[in-house]
């Protein structure tokens, strides 16, 4: 059994970490770091607060502490964890720089622990159709990839660390940046340059809401797109290649049920968990034949954990290694660059 303990408790913790650990075999979430209010013990009474991270780390069988905390605090947090002889998941982004991910990576090393980031969209049904349909060579050679979150929220969230100009890791492109810029590395590997632009929407906006990001290949871009102000969505994926086309509208449903106050708990999580309605399922177009429907593959974030758990108990490599999460803190920070700098990047060059 892997015992786990959760650092922070606000949506990240709520949502998309405490209950997936609890859905997962063989893991227990034994403590909680919440440091004021009550939320953590009245949703699960069974489960140990800490209010320090001291008293959480004085529990000696927790071998696994995640990171779900603002992003400013990524690093000490991590840092404190692996110096304590602890595996470490931190929520994307993995830090606010390159080069404090990099330390931590390295120290993870020293130290002979396991480091990885929560990139949990990997798991999405939709990803994994489109995996899928890329590596069939269905599509031909890809010349054009576009993955895109469009939402429509005209005023900032009260409060929102996120969208504060004082926060470092604040914006829009350090949020759902990672998510588009990790599934196009996956897909395509490293680009030869990045040119992006990380801008406002709404007049209150005091950070960016929204962003376009292209990834430069030899015959190939890879577009990631964001929009805080787009009622009607476009396509969430749009691929073309050289022998058809794959478009596909609607978010994987995992998100909107984990958000939930009826969010699952424990292991039993439905049969149908993480299936889309048949009406959202993407259309492939092949060259000189009929369109057809393709079914949404099973969508399923308890992965990214199961996967953790077996790493841990020296059964799997983990499935977002060290090396995978520095190569998108890379491209995050590239773009960061060049939207900053409104020039196209190359993928060698320094980025602070």
Same mark, same amino acid.
């Given at each position: 059994?892997?015992?786990?303990?959760?650092?922070?408790?606000?949506?990240?913790?709520?949502?998309?970490?405490? #209950?997936?650990?609890?859905?997962?075999?063989?893991?227990?979430?034994?403590?909680?770091?919440?440091?004021?209010?009550?939320?953590?013990?009245?949703?699960?009474? =069974?489960?140990?607060?800490?209010?320090?991270?001291?008293?959480?780390?004085?529990?000696?069988?927790?071998?696994?502490?995640?990171?779900?905390?603002?992003?400013?605090?990524?690093?000490?947090?991590?840092?404190?964890?692996?110096?304590?002889?602890?595996?470490?998941?931190?929520?994307? #982004?993995?830090?606010?720089?390159?080069?404090?991910?990099?330390?931590?990576?390295?120290?993870?090393?020293?130290?002979?622990?396991?480091?990885?980031?929560?990139?949990?969209?990997?798991?999405?049904?939709? /990803?994994?159709?489109?995996? @899928?349909?890329?590596?069939?060579?269905?599509?031909?050679?890809?010349?054009?990839?576009?993955?895109?979150?469009?939402?429509?929220?005209?005023?900032?969230? =009260?409060?929102?660390?996120?969208?504060?100009?004082?926060?470092?890791?604040?914006?829009?492109?350090?949020?759902?940046?990672?998510?588009?810029?990790?599934?196009?590395?996956?897909?395509?590997?490293?680009?030869?340059?990045?040119?992006?632009?990380? /801008?406002?929407?709404?007049?209150?906006?005091?950070?960016?809401?929204?962003?376009?990001?292209?990834?430069?290949?030899?015959?190939?871009?890879?577009?990631?797109?964001?929009?805080?102000?787009?009622?009607?969505?476009?396509?969430?994926?749009?691929?073309?290649?050289?022998?058809?086309?794959?478009?596909?509208?609607?978010?994987?449903?995992?998100?909107?049920?984990?958000?939930? =106050?009826?969010?699952?708990?424990?292991?039993?999580?439905?049969?149908?968990?993480?299936?889309?309605?048949?009406?959202?399922?993407?259309?492939?177009? #092949?060259?000189?034949? #009929?369109?057809? @429907?393709?079914?949404? =593959?099973?969508?399923?974030?308890?992965? /990214?954990?199961?996967?953790?758990?077996?790493?841990?108990?020296?059964?799997?490599?983990?499935?977002?290694?060290?090396?995978?999460?520095?190569?998108?803190?890379?491209?995050?920070?590239?773009?960061? @660059?060049?939207?900053?700098?409104?020039?196209?990047?190359?993928?060698?060059?320094?980025?602070?």
């Amino acid at each position: 059994m892997v015992r786990v303990g959760l650092i922070g408790f606000g949506l990240a913790g709520q949502a998309f970490h405490a #209950p997936v650990i609890r859905g997962v075999r063989g893991m227990e979430l034994a403590c909680i770091l919440e440091r004021r209010g009550t939320r953590a013990r009245e949703k699960y009474p =069974e489960v140990r607060v800490a209010r320090t991270l001291e008293e959480l780390l004085a529990d000696k069988e927790i071998q696994l502490c995640v990171i779900a905390t603002p992003n400013d605090s990524h690093f000490e947090y991590a840092r404190a964890c692996l110096m304590a002889g602890r595996d470490v998941v931190v929520d994307k #982004p993995f830090a606010p720089t390159l080069h404090e991910s990099e330390e931590l990576v390295r120290l993870a090393a020293e130290r002979g622990r396991l480091i990885t980031v929560y990139q949990d969209r990997r798991w999405d049904g939709d /990803f994994g159709t489109v995996k @899928k349909i890329v590596a069939s060579g269905k599509l031909g050679t890809v010349v054009e990839y576009e993955c895109r979150y469009d939402r429509f929220r005209l005023e900032p969230k =009260e409060n929102a660390w996120r969208e504060r100009v004082d926060q470092p890791g604040a914006g829009v492109l350090f949020d759902l940046g990672p998510h588009v810029i990790d599934q196009a590395l996956v897909l395509f590997g490293e680009p030869r340059a990045i040119t992006a632009s990380a /801008f406002c929407q709404r007049e209150t906006s005091q950070v960016d809401d929204a962003f376009d990001v292209c990834m430069e290949y030899p015959r190939l871009r890879a577009m990631g797109r964001a929009r805080i102000i787009a009622y009607a969505p476009g396509p969430h994926f749009l691929i073309h290649g050289t022998k058809g086309s794959f478009v596909k509208y609607g978010m994987d449903p995992q998100e909107a049920r984990l958000r939930a =106050e009826d969010r699952p708990d424990g292991l039993d999580w439905g049969a149908d968990w993480g299936v889309e309605d048949e009406q959202l399922w993407g259309t492939l177009s #092949p060259v000189g034949e #009929p369109s057809v @429907k393709v079914k949404t =593959e099973r969508g399923d974030y308890r992965g /990214f954990y199961a996967n953790v758990r077996d790493a841990i108990e020296k059964k799997a490599g983990l499935d977002v290694t060290p090396e995978q999460a520095l190569r998108t803190m890379r491209a995050v920070m590239l773009a960061h @660059k060049s939207s900053r700098e409104r020039r196209t990047v190359e993928w060698g060059e320094a980025v602070e």
